[in-house]
Protein backbone atom coordinates (compact mmCIF):
# COMPACT_ATOMS: atom_id res chain seq x y z
CA UNK A 1 0.00 0.00 0.00
CA UNK A 2 2.94 2.69 0.60
CA UNK A 3 4.95 1.87 -2.36
CA UNK A 4 1.71 2.44 -4.47
CA UNK A 5 1.09 5.76 -2.09
CA UNK A 6 4.00 6.80 -2.95
CA UNK A 7 3.85 6.13 -6.51
CA UNK A 8 1.26 8.27 -7.22
CA UNK A 9 2.83 10.93 -5.08
CA UNK A 10 5.61 10.65 -7.79
CA UNK A 11 3.53 10.30 -10.87
CA UNK A 12 1.66 13.82 -9.78
CA UNK A 13 4.99 15.15 -9.23
CA UNK A 14 6.36 14.65 -12.35
CA UNK A 15 3.03 15.88 -14.23
CA UNK A 16 2.80 19.20 -11.52
CA UNK A 17 6.87 19.85 -13.20
CA UNK A 18 5.77 19.23 -16.78
CA UNK A 19 2.90 21.75 -16.54
CA UNK A 20 5.16 24.09 -14.42
CA UNK A 21 7.92 24.11 -16.87
CA UNK A 22 6.09 23.72 -19.68
CA UNK A 23 5.51 27.05 -21.42
CA UNK A 24 9.56 28.21 -21.44
CA UNK A 25 9.71 24.20 -22.84
CA UNK A 26 7.61 24.65 -25.41
CA UNK A 27 8.70 28.52 -26.34
CA UNK A 28 12.55 27.58 -26.14
CA UNK A 29 11.99 24.20 -28.72
CA UNK A 30 9.79 26.21 -30.52
CA UNK A 31 12.55 28.98 -31.60
CA UNK A 32 14.85 26.54 -31.49
CA UNK A 33 12.46 24.84 -34.40
CA UNK A 34 12.01 28.12 -36.12
CA UNK A 35 15.94 28.57 -36.17
CA UNK A 36 16.41 25.22 -37.98
CA UNK A 37 13.76 26.02 -40.09
CA UNK A 38 14.99 29.61 -41.18
CA UNK A 39 18.27 29.05 -41.51
CA UNK A 40 18.72 27.75 -45.18
CA UNK A 41 15.80 30.50 -46.48
CA UNK A 42 16.99 33.45 -44.80
CA UNK A 43 19.36 36.01 -47.05
CA UNK A 44 21.48 37.13 -44.35
CA UNK A 45 23.06 39.97 -46.13
CA UNK A 46 19.88 41.62 -46.36
CA UNK A 47 18.34 40.71 -43.20
CA UNK A 48 19.20 41.29 -39.84
CA UNK A 49 19.08 38.10 -38.63
CA UNK A 50 22.03 38.25 -35.59
CA UNK A 51 19.59 41.14 -33.89
CA UNK A 52 16.58 38.75 -33.88
CA UNK A 53 18.81 36.20 -32.79
CA UNK A 54 20.03 38.88 -29.83
CA UNK A 55 16.43 39.59 -29.08
CA UNK A 56 15.26 35.94 -28.72
CA UNK A 57 18.12 35.10 -26.74
CA UNK A 58 17.11 38.26 -24.13
CA UNK A 59 13.22 37.25 -24.58
CA UNK A 60 14.56 33.75 -23.53
CA UNK A 61 16.52 34.49 -20.47
CA UNK A 62 13.90 36.93 -19.44
CA UNK A 63 11.27 33.62 -20.01
CA UNK A 64 13.43 31.75 -18.13
CA UNK A 65 14.33 33.99 -15.16
CA UNK A 66 10.92 35.61 -14.65
CA UNK A 67 8.16 32.83 -15.25
CA UNK A 68 10.55 29.40 -14.69
CA UNK A 69 11.85 30.60 -11.34
CA UNK A 70 8.23 31.92 -10.14
CA UNK A 71 6.77 28.27 -10.57
CA UNK A 72 9.85 26.55 -9.60
CA UNK A 73 9.62 28.79 -6.21
CA UNK A 74 6.44 27.17 -5.81
CA UNK A 75 7.40 23.85 -6.55
CA UNK A 76 10.37 23.96 -4.50
CA UNK A 77 8.03 24.12 -1.77
CA UNK A 78 6.32 21.30 -2.39
CA UNK A 79 9.64 19.02 -2.47
CA UNK A 80 10.10 16.79 -0.37
CA UNK A 81 12.92 14.45 -1.68
CA UNK A 82 16.36 14.88 -2.86
CA UNK A 83 15.71 13.06 -5.89
CA UNK A 84 13.15 15.43 -6.58
CA UNK A 85 14.95 18.31 -6.19
CA UNK A 86 17.46 17.70 -8.57
CA UNK A 87 14.64 17.35 -11.22
CA UNK A 88 13.75 20.60 -10.61
CA UNK A 89 17.13 21.78 -10.86
CA UNK A 90 18.13 19.78 -13.58
CA UNK A 91 15.58 20.15 -15.88
CA UNK A 92 15.81 24.17 -15.57
CA UNK A 93 19.78 23.55 -15.96
CA UNK A 94 19.38 21.53 -19.17
CA UNK A 95 16.32 23.74 -20.70
CA UNK A 96 19.19 27.14 -20.20
CA UNK A 97 21.93 25.18 -21.99
CA UNK A 98 19.87 24.10 -24.96
CA UNK A 99 18.51 27.26 -25.28
CA UNK A 100 21.95 29.15 -25.55
CA UNK A 101 23.35 26.56 -27.48
CA UNK A 102 21.08 27.01 -30.45
CA UNK A 103 21.71 30.65 -30.06
CA UNK A 104 25.53 29.92 -30.51
CA UNK A 105 24.53 27.79 -33.44
CA UNK A 106 22.63 30.13 -35.84
CA UNK A 107 24.91 32.85 -35.30
CA UNK A 108 27.95 30.56 -36.25
CA UNK A 109 25.81 29.07 -39.36
CA UNK A 110 25.19 33.14 -39.82
CA UNK A 111 28.24 33.90 -39.81
CA UNK A 112 31.84 31.67 -39.22
CA UNK A 113 33.27 35.14 -37.47
CA UNK A 114 31.27 34.76 -34.68
CA UNK A 115 33.10 32.12 -32.43
CA UNK A 116 36.71 30.94 -33.30
CA UNK A 117 37.74 27.52 -32.58
CA UNK A 118 34.89 25.70 -34.16
CA UNK A 119 36.07 24.50 -37.71
CA UNK A 120 35.21 26.68 -40.88
CA UNK A 121 34.55 23.62 -43.07
CA UNK A 122 31.14 22.49 -40.95
CA UNK A 123 27.93 23.81 -42.53
CA UNK A 124 26.00 21.16 -40.94
CA UNK A 125 23.71 22.70 -38.15
CA UNK A 126 23.72 19.40 -35.87
CA UNK A 127 27.36 19.25 -36.11
CA UNK A 128 27.54 22.59 -34.64
CA UNK A 129 24.81 21.95 -31.94
CA UNK A 130 26.80 19.40 -30.73
CA UNK A 131 30.07 21.77 -30.16
CA UNK A 132 27.96 24.85 -29.19
CA UNK A 133 26.35 22.61 -26.69
CA UNK A 134 29.81 21.74 -25.46
CA UNK A 135 30.17 25.43 -25.29
CA UNK A 136 27.24 25.78 -23.56
CA UNK A 137 27.88 23.64 -20.95
CA UNK A 138 31.70 24.86 -20.19
CA UNK A 139 30.17 28.59 -19.91
CA UNK A 140 27.88 27.73 -17.26
CA UNK A 141 29.50 25.78 -15.55
CA UNK A 142 32.08 28.59 -15.83
CA UNK A 143 34.86 26.80 -16.41
CA UNK A 144 35.86 28.86 -20.02
CA UNK A 145 38.07 26.74 -21.40
CA UNK A 146 38.84 29.13 -23.90
CA UNK A 147 39.11 26.35 -26.85
CA UNK A 148 35.76 28.13 -28.54
CA UNK A 149 35.52 32.01 -27.76
CA UNK A 150 32.74 34.59 -28.84
CA UNK A 151 34.39 37.57 -30.97
CA UNK A 152 31.50 39.30 -32.31
CA UNK A 153 29.55 41.85 -30.35
CA UNK A 154 26.27 39.74 -30.46
CA UNK A 155 28.20 36.57 -29.41
CA UNK A 156 29.39 38.30 -26.92
CA UNK A 157 26.06 39.74 -25.38
CA UNK A 158 24.39 36.47 -25.57
CA UNK A 159 27.69 35.06 -23.91
CA UNK A 160 27.32 37.63 -21.24
CA UNK A 161 23.10 36.61 -20.78
CA UNK A 162 24.33 32.62 -20.17
CA UNK A 163 26.84 33.65 -17.46
CA UNK A 164 24.01 35.82 -15.59
CA UNK A 165 21.48 32.84 -15.77
CA UNK A 166 24.18 30.69 -14.72
CA UNK A 167 24.96 32.67 -11.50
CA UNK A 168 21.19 33.75 -11.15
CA UNK A 169 20.22 30.11 -10.89
CA UNK A 170 23.07 29.72 -8.22
CA UNK A 171 21.51 32.21 -6.26
CA UNK A 172 17.95 31.17 -6.50
CA UNK A 173 18.96 27.60 -5.92
CA UNK A 174 21.47 29.09 -2.44
CA UNK A 175 18.00 31.48 -1.66
CA UNK A 176 15.39 28.80 -1.70
CA UNK A 177 17.57 26.00 0.69
CA UNK A 178 15.52 26.53 3.40
CA UNK A 179 12.21 26.35 2.33
CA UNK A 180 13.38 22.54 1.16
CA UNK A 181 11.70 20.39 3.29
CA UNK A 182 13.49 16.66 2.54
CA UNK A 183 11.90 13.97 4.25
CA UNK A 184 14.06 10.95 3.12
Known amino acids: ?18 RRTAFPVLTILGIALLYVILMPMIDYSSFPFHIIIATA ?24 SFERLLW ?8 SIFSFATDYTCLFQ ?26 SVIT ?3 VGYGDITPVSDIARFIV ?25
Open 140 to 142: FST
Open 110 to 135: LSHTAFEGIADYSNSYIYNLYHFFYF
Open 1 to 18: MSDNLNHIREKSFFKLLF
Open 57 to 80: AFGKTMIITLTTMKQLSKLIKICH
Open 160 to 184: MLEIFLSFFLIVFALSNIKKIHINE
Open 88 to 95: VFGLIIII
